[in-house]
């Protein structure tokens, strides 16, 4: 299994940037996708996941209103949207596949990881 994250990069606070996460060597319709990120000496934070009984998306209240998951599973990616980007947004963001639709807040929940990709946030 490969989950390929990109779409990382330099961008001023209040812009946007989409990363992208495509997955190979899994049924990917049937894997809740998420979203995480991580800074240096922090546990790695939830931020979005995309569940695939249901299709319900679900945020944390840190990215609720300014960032988006979505799947496409024609192509075996995930996609998340991040819009009105502050300083303490920057961060490694990771995305990862759960074979779960019930549990998916917490990195223990998910089998496989991208290997992150980096967002910087300027003020």
């Known amino acids: 299994v490969q989950l390929q994250a990109s779409g990382g990069g330099l961008v001023q606070a209040g812009g946007s940037l989409r990363l992208s996460c495509a997955a190979s060597?899994?049924?990917?319709?049937?894997?809740?996708m998420g979203w995480f990120r991580q800074t240096p000496g922090k546990e790695r934070e939830f931020l979005a996941a995309s569940t695939y009984r249901s299709g319900r998306t679900y945020y944390a209240d840190s990215v609720k209103g300014r960032f988006t998951i979505s799947r496409d599973n024609a192509k075996n990616t995930v996609y998340l949207q991040m819009n009105s980007l502050k300083p303490e947004d920057t961060a490694v963001y990771y995305c990862a596949a759960n074979p779960t639709y019930s549990q998916f807040s917490v990195p223990d929940d998910y089998d496989y990881w991208g290997q992150g990709t980096l967002v910087t946030v300027s003020s």
């Open positions: 060597g899994l049924t990917f319709r049937i894997y809740t």
